[in-house]
């Protein structure tokens, strides 16, 4: 197990230092910042002084070194807008995001796993039919448009919920409906269909002929070999809880992460999105070696061999 | 009368396939006694494996059960779920072909056996692990109690056909279904299953169904044998009558188009065709297609239907029971 | 039969490093699949290789076929060395030699008629017109005894057999001299079975078409083979002819494998039981690998690993204790 564990920490330092790589491979490729930045007519000498104060006049790989160094350093940089520690101006948008999504987080969950269990269980019923009807409407409207229906029938037809900025809780509902919708969709079909793979397994038939009663045999022997493959979307799901509501934070004005991340390439603000970047992919990175975590706890068979096999 | 200790009385299973409904198994008839051991010998789709998981209700959803199953005089077809499971595994338990994938990959082989030990021995966990040990050793299991921490994976096939014996023996059944117990196994392992099975049998006395296509495993096992084509039984009879004087044309041409590993070597007499398909049966004898004697006014005509021909030994075939003397002796000559 | 092999493999071996663990820096092991073996065939001769899972019987076949490379030994056949790199000789050579497999559904295309499938070598390798190739096609759907109707029929239509039928005029279209079949029965029913073995020794009859036929099961070999090799753990064990070797099995692992095939025939026999299961070929045992499973073994045989000698008669075995019977031998203990 230990050794197991190692390989796929290995594999997400590998991972990170990859996307590192490539971050900074694409804002060295987009171009001088100092002219994107500094007006089209600024002097020479102005555009100079920006390149040297940034460290923007050394090569590239010296460029590239002293990146490493200063995120080693914990140093992303300065907005290149108001000048402040790009690293604090994400940060502080951080737990505003995490308002919709680790509540949006569990209703997925708590949506979509007992859904699916059930579609699965009665399977070809009329439930199971409802449920992966939903579940195709859930997860084929996009979230934008989900969550403009959503503000037309809740804020302006019945004026119940706001329909954006984020002063009280009430205005989280609604953002929080549109991401768990979704989320909740393709976690019950993830999770039908696991079950369905599972139920027909010899072992379940072996379950039931020793005399393991059915709702004992579904809770024992089904649901840990169906939580397996259901942990994989679980786990993007978790990595995408600082990331994943661009779109829904836009539609509801939410000043979260994602919203920053919008304002900020559309300023040219590049070391904030590079923050923003690596912020996501670290997460990314880590739920995915949770789940990897996770897999070898609940599989026997990917701790590797302790014993000899015989064939 | 005495009541035998399973008592299978016109069993049908049909199959939902959405659309139409598919006969799988045409009508079953069978007695078993106390500590019998029965084969049942087939080919694919002759419903030899169904009708056990029917007669058990482990078919689901789909699948239609009728007829009479009863166990000690007591009808068990259309028992709650809860009902049957107090008697499967207890009173009577099922192994079958592939072991591994049989073993519920993420649980312990310990935690496997101890499940069946508490459900139907009332054990405690900790009795129950002593116990569990105590099985993998009666079924030849080395070094038993490591084998106890183990997961499915580890063990080789024959040695998980082993834990599938002992887990079976664990609720002291009085019936074992042996369902192609040996196919995925190689030859050697396959000795030792059957070994393992028949010193189980002498130890506890229990009844036996061996299910297979190989009719050198029935024989071996078996004190009595039905033959299964297309869903139907086509001949019974004790052991040694099935082999040294078959009735029925599929049981002699199996047995003619059987290599054998010693004896003169021969041309194998191969039957021509095919089995057929569950929805296409042909109107009559669904064997008659592929017999060589068969007669076009009555074979397809009517399904024969199960009949005696001696003490012990009945056959389905319209030819042993209508045929003029002369005509038996060419079925003889055959 | 004093004529050229067809097909002469010597030394042949095949080795792969397999992690013991799964880890990224876990140790490595020699796995051998294929432990030096060696055989010839002559022209229109079947030889059955035999043995259990992960003897390496499947894996000998692939080298011969040069699917996969050696680790080392040779592979000649028609006089001119196998080797799985040289692509241009390499694809000559595979018009002469063919493969049937287990499976005939995985070995078909599902969305293509079966007729358009068989001729497909001929296609490949663009030989005669359409109209001739379209002959050769229906030639062998005549031989191999499927019925020309179902010539535009898919896979899935056929059944079991029938689908090995196509597998197997397929196999023949372009007049291979060697068929290698691995387990080629072992999928169908058992009254399909014999339509195959029958099939295919009316086909070398008619053909000349040498056979190197792999299967676990002793008594179809038996049926079909000219001479018969016994693998244990990579290795050859035993070979000679079918009848000799079934009648008195000289190695003692041929000797159980013979005695566990059940046969309603000899019903009630005594019969010999191996103890535990065959070692890893990742942890093969020192001296003879049969050992640590034999009822014969001796300290010889435990630390001196025995060569592949003739004994009688066309007859090889890797025994010290060759021709010494078990059950004789427990007689007398």
Redesign the interface.
């Known amino acids: 197990m230990l050794a197991y564990i190692a390989t796929r920490v290995g594999r997400a330092i590998f991972t990170i230092s990859l996307v590192l790589t490539f971050s900074f491979t694409i804002l060295a490729a987009t171009g001088d910042p100092a002219l994107l930045i500094m007006s089209v007519d600024a002097p020479p000498e102005a555009i100079e002084a920006f390149r040297e104060r940034y460290g923007l006049d050394a090569s590239v790989w010296q460029q590239y070194i002293g990146y490493l160094g200063n995120l080693l350093q914990g140093n992303f940089g300065q907005s290149l807008r108001d000048g402040r520690d790009a690293w604090d101006v994400v940060v502080e948008r951080i737990p505003l995001t995490l308002a919709l999504t680790v509540p949006a987080f569990l209703l997925k969950i708590g949506i979509g796993i007992p859904a699916g269990i059930y579609a699965a269980l009665h399977r070809n019923s009329f439930l199971d039919r409802l449920v992966m009807m939903i579940s195709v409407a859930g997860y084929t409207v996009p979230s934008f448009v989900l969550g403009l229906i959503l503000i037309l029938v809740f804020a302006v037809n019945l004026g119940v919920l706001p329909s954006g900025g984020q002063d009280t809780w009430r205005h989280a509902i609604l953002p929080i409906v549109t991401l768990g919708t979704a989320g909740a969709a393709i976690i019950a079909r993830y999770t039908r269909s696991a079950m369905l793979e599972v139920l027909g397994q010899p072992y379940i038939r072996t379950a039931r002929a020793k005399g393991v009663p059915w709702p004992k045999a579904v809770r024992r022997h089904a649901l840990p070999n169906a939580a397996i493959p259901t942990l994989t979307v679980v786990g993007l799901m978790v990595g995408s809880l600082i990331a994943g509501a661009v779109v829904v934070e836009s539609v509801f004005s939410w000043p979260g992460v994602g919203r920053l991340l919008i304002s900020a390439v559309a300023n040219r603000d590049l070391m904030i999105v590079q923050a923003i970047l690596l912020l996501v992919a670290v997460c990314m990175v880590t739920s995915n070696l949770l789940v990897d975590i996770a897999y070898g706890l609940i599989d026997p068979r990917l701790r590797g061999r302790s014993g000899s096999r015989k064939t | 009368m005495r009541e035998p200790l399973v008592r299978i009385n016109g069993l049908t299973i049909d199959f939902d396939t959405g659309q139409s409904n598919v006969r799988a198994l045409h009508g079953f008839d069978l007695q078993i006694e106390k500590g019998e051991a029965v084969g049942i010998v087939g080919?694919?789709g002759s419903g030899k494996s169904i009708t056990w998981?029917g007669a058990?209700g482990?078919l689901g959803p789909r699948a239609r059960v009728a007829g009479s199953v009863r166990l000690d005089g007591r009808e068990i077809l259309g028992l709650g779920?809860?009902e049957m499971?107090?008697?499967?595994?207890?009173r009577v338990?099922?192994i079958?072909q592939?072991p591994t994938?049989?073993?519920?990959?993420?649980?312990r082989i310990g935690r496997q056996l101890v499940?069946?030990l508490v459900?139907?021995r009332g054990m405690s966990a900790r009795s129950a692990s002593a116990e569990a040990r105590r099985l993998l050793e009666r079924v030849q299991i080395?070094a038993a109690a490591q084998r106890l921490s183990?997961?499915p994976?580890?063990?080789?096939g024959?040695?998980n056909q082993r834990v599938?014996i002992a887990?079976?023996l664990?609720?002291e059944p009085d019936l074992l279904i042996a369902d192609e117990p040996t196919t995925a196994l190689?030859?050697?392992?396959?000795?030792?299953i059957?070994?393992v099975l028949k010193e189980m049998r002498r130890e506890t006395g229990m009844g036996l169904v061996i299910i297979s296509?190989?009719?050198?495993?029935?024989?071996?096992l078996a004190d009595r044998v039905v033959v299964m084509y297309a869903g139907r039984p086509v001949e019974t009879a004790p052991?040694?009558r099935i082999?040294d004087a078959p009735r029925h044309p599929y049981t002699r041409?199996?047995?003619a188009?059987?290599?054998?590993?010693?004896?003169a070597?021969e041309?194998?007499?191969?039957?021509?065709g095919?089995?057929p398909e569950p929805h296409k049966l042909p109107p009559g004898c669904p064997f008659a297609p592929?017999c060589a004697q068969a007669n076009a006014n009555v074979c397809d005509e009517t399904v024969p239907t199960m009949r005696a021909i001696a003490q012990d030994h009945a056959a389905a075939c319209a030819l042993i029971h209508t045929a003029k003397p002369e005509a038996l002796r060419s079925l003889e000559l055959a | 039969m004093t004529s050229a092999p067809l097909i002469s493999v010597s030394e042949l071996r095949r080795t792969y490093k397999v992690k013991t663990t799964g880890g990224w820096f876990s140790p490595t092991a020699e796995l051998k699949a294929v432990d030096g073996v060696s055989f010839d065939i002559r022209p229109g001769e079947t030889l059955g290789l035999v043995g259990e899972s992960g003897c390496g019987k499947s894996t000998t076949a692939k080298l011969v076929l040069g699917l996969i490379p050696a680790t080392s030994g040779k592979v000649v056949f028609e006089g001119k060395p196998v080797a799985a790199d040289s692509k241009r000789a390499w694809r000559e050579q595979r018009r002469r030699m063919q493969m049937v497999y287990q499976d005939p559904l995985g070995a078909l295309d599902r969305r293509l008629p079966v007729g358009a499938q068989a001729m497909e070598p001929l296609d490949i390798f663009g030989e005669g017109t359409k109209a001739e190739r379209r002959d050769r096609m229906l030639a062998l759907f005549d031989a191999v005894g499927l019925p020309r109707t179902s010539v535009d029929r898919y896979p899935h239509e056929l059944s079991g057999g029938q689908r090995q039928r196509v597998v197997l005029a397929r196999a023949l279209m372009l007049r291979p001299s060697l068929l290698v079949c691995d387990e080629p029965i072992s999928a169908l029913d058992v009254s399909i079975q014999a339509q195959v073995i029958n099939l295919l020794k009316d086909l070398q009859e008619q053909l000349g078409v040498a056979y190197l036929f792999i299967s676990h099961d002793l008594k179809v070999v038996r049926h079909v083979s000219h001479r018969v090799a016994v693998m244990y753990l990579g290795r050859i064990v035993e070979s000679g002819r079918p009848e000799a070797i079934m009648r008195a099995p000289a190695h003692p692992y041929s000797q159980a494998l013979i005695s566990a095939v059940p046969s309603p025939r000899a019903r009630g026999k005594e019969r010999i039981v191996l103890e535990g299961d065959p070692p890893s070929p990742v942890d093969i045992p020192k001296g003879c690998a049969f050992h640590p499973r034999c009822p014969l073994a001796t300290d010889r045989c435990r630390s001196e690993a025995p060569e592949l000698r003739p004994f009688g008669e066309q007859r090889h075995v890797a025994c010290h204790r060759a021709g010494v019977s078990i059950t004789s031998a427990r007689g007398a203990a």
């Open positions: 080919e694919s998981l058990l482990l779920e809860r499971a107090a008697i499967r595994g207890k338990a099922m079958f592939d994938s049989s073993l519920n990959p993420v649980h499940e069946s459900l139907h080395a183990e997961y994976h580890e063990l080789s024959g040695m599938m887990m079976a664990a609720g190689d030859v050697t392992i396959q000795a030792q059957l070994e296509h190989d009719l050198g495993i029935v024989a071996e052991v040694s082999f041409g199996l047995l188009a059987l290599p054998e590993i010693d004896g070597l041309r194998l007499v191969a039957i021509p095919q089995v592929r």
